[in-house]
């Protein structure tokens, strides 16, 4: 009895809804455009993951390709090469964490401090900069202001009768290099999210607080903080989720043959593996794995934060 | 505000604040200023300076640049994805967001969801590469402008601005008789002014800093963007510096390739540093939109 009535209720519902399309058939139409790009252009390539799967034939094409079950993942977890490159991923995603995440949100507190507006929009202005210059300019302009030979920092170091750095040959020095020139790069940019959170604070809130007798310091821990905490929070998931996401554009453009070993990462590997050596299917394979770790770590994260304060980006 | 006087505690903070700021910003603009002056500066000056003032001023490095042919190129492909790719994004994205606003647009949380998830999962590289090459589109302007035609982020941005617009405002053009893509041109568009600014801006910037695709879709040099030119003359060491500082008329080595390569970074550079003042707080109020209606 159910299934009769339940396939000619979904079969009207389905009338009903093709019904709806016609219905407001000029927004399909302009729906249609983009809707296929996405299908096209985003869920093809997920589909291409099955690459990782298969040892690509150009000739065959995706869809002909044999299927080869795990074989490339068990390569890859059997390579040194990949455990260092993961290893590398890690370290440095860690510690743009731990030094560039908290950077913007005391950039914003002390900028939040300052009283003069026309000093604060200068200095907002100017610490924006960077952002709109891709890492290929900042690439070539680190290599000339790091290089151990016309580099000012070098010259200053030469003059007080030290040694000159190669910043970006020297395994020691290259990851401080990455970490220091990202911040760099995003602390204006990224503290604009905590400074519109800070202007959305009520003013009556300070005032009180005034009356209370609470100085400076006070109203930062006991106000300005706590309403910050939600913007936090959802930068803080984003950041996690983006753990094992490296900057290719950054390394790319940074890093030599010289610091590979602690400066390779998984999408500097999948480029070199994939588009240099033409390893097509192991490189999927790699770049999947990092994809999946990534949402995964995302979902996990998203999960913590809505437990603890019932506030998730989904 | 300040009624209370400011105790000796908070003087010191503000001076330290100030003077941090300050600094700040001397670190962030030092590093340009101090590759502009070593662009501007021949032969050995620019060996041994930290000052930011050139000892003597030369344009000729500038002159080398610009008249590279591969430069010149590079810039034309640069400015025609920027103005193509940033308009049919544009339109694209738009289309797309104005429909899934609507509250009666059939399966919309369905269509949303499909979009919202290219944010969080995606192919990656190489499966993108061979979808690429599979239509044909390597060596076209196409291959710049198609695969990153439309953001989920920009999407969900518009979107969220259109849903928060009254729909009162489309109310007498509907009793008019007027469809849908009317009333999103002539009604809907005006009123998105700010956020249609605001993504414009940001399409424009993605697609003039872009190089990666140009270096992997590009395979012809006079087919390739301006900033991936660069990145071949100054990064890769590549020959065109060598030729373009040797081959000089007279025989004699008048500019130096680190001041050749400083002017090549400053050539790519200039345009953004020139309109980023104007642009800039167009920027800020997308991000603001974006993060406060999430």
Request: contains cysteine; hydrophobic residues 50%.
């Amino acid at each position: 009895m159910k299934t009769k009535t339940n396939s000619s209720v979904a079969e009207n519902r389905f009338i009903r809804t093709l019904y709806q399309y016609w219905k407001y058939r000029y927004l399909v139409i302009l729906f249609l455009p983009g809707i296929i790009y996405f299908i096209i252009f985003k869920y093809l390539p997920i589909y291409g993951l099955v690459l990782a799967f298969k040892d690509y034939r150009f000739l065959d094409g995706i869809m002909g390709s044999p299927w080869v079950g795990l074989k490339h993942f068990r390569e890859m977890f059997a390579l040194q090469s990949f455990w260092e490159v993961f290893r590398n991923t890690v370290i440095i995603s860690f510690y743009n964490l731990i030094f560039g995440f908290p950077a913007p949100i005391i950039f914003a507190l002390l900028l939040n401090e300052i009283g003069n507006t026309h000093y604060k929009k200068i200095v907002q202005t100017i610490s924006y900069l960077p952002h709109f210059v891709s890492w290929v300019i900042l690439g070539g302009l680190f290599m000339q202001f790091l290089s151990p030979s016309i580099g000012p920092i070098n010259i200053l170091i030469k003059s007080l009768g030290g040694t000159p750095i190669y910043f970006l040959a020297d395994p020691k020095w290259f990851r401080a290099v990455l970490v220091v020139t990202e911040m760099w790069k995003s602390l204006g940019w990224g503290s604009i999210v905590y400074l519109a959170a800070i202007s959305g604070i009520d003013p009556s809130l300070y005032e009180s607080a005034s009356i209370d007798g609470a100085g400076r310091w006070q109203k930062v821990i006991h106000i300005t903080l706590p309403s910050m905490t939600p913007v936090i929070t959802i930068m803080l998931i984003l950041n996690v989720g983006k753990l094992v996401n490296d900057n290719f554009d950054q390394i790319f453009n940074l890093y030599n043959p010289a610091v590979y070993k602690v400066a390779d990462v998984i999408s500097t590997y999948t480029y070199r593996m994939g588009l240099e050596n033409m390893r097509y299917s192991f490189s999927t394979a790699v770049g999947l794995f990092r994809n999946v770790i990534s949402f995964t770590l995302l979902v996990i994260a998203n999960q913590i934060s809505k437990r603890i304060n019932d506030y998730g980006i989904w | 505000m300040a009624v209370r006087k400011a105790s000796k505690g908070e003087k010191t903070f503000d001076v330290f604040n100030y003077t941090f700021m300050f600094l700040l910003c001397v670190t962030t603009i030092y590093p340009f200023l101090y590759l502009f002056s070593n662009s501007l500066a021949s032969t050995e000056i620019a060996q041994t300076q930290i000052t930011i003032i050139p000892k003597s001023v030369t344009f000729e490095n500038y002159k080398r640049v610009l008249t590279n042919p591969l430069i010149a190129a590079g810039y034309y492909n640069t400015i025609l994805r920027t103005v193509l790719g940033t308009f049919l994004s544009l339109i694209t994205t738009f289309a797309l967001a104005y429909p899934l606003s609507k509250r009666y647009f059939p399966n919309r949380n369905f269509w949303t969801g499909i979009i919202v998830f290219t944010m969080f999962f995606g192919g990656g590289m190489i499966p993108t590469y061979i979808l690429v090459r599979n239509l044909n589109l390597m060596n076209t302007i196409w291959a710049l402008i198609l695969p990153e035609l439309v953001s989920a982020y920009n999407f969900v941005i518009v979107r969220n601005y259109m849903m928060s617009l009254p729909e009162s405002i489309e109310e007498s053009a509907r009793i008019d008789g007027a469809n849908d893509i009317i009333i999103l041109i002539r009604i809907v568009l005006p009123v998105c002014k700010p956020i249609l600014a605001t993504v414009a801006l940001w399409i424009a910037v993605w697609h003039w800093n872009s190089w990666f695709d140009s270096m992997i879709y590009s395979q012809k040099a006079e087919k390739q963007v301006v900033q991936l030119i660069m990145r071949r003359i100054v990064l890769e060491g590549s020959q065109q510096v060598m030729n373009m500082s040797t081959m000089d008329e007279s025989g004699m080595r008048v500019v130096t390739p680190e001041s050749l390569k400083a002017a090549t970074v400053m050539v790519t550079t200039i345009p953004i540093l020139m309109v980023y003042p104007f642009i800039q707080k167009y920027f800020v109020k997308g991000v603001m939109l974006g993060s406060l209606k999430g």
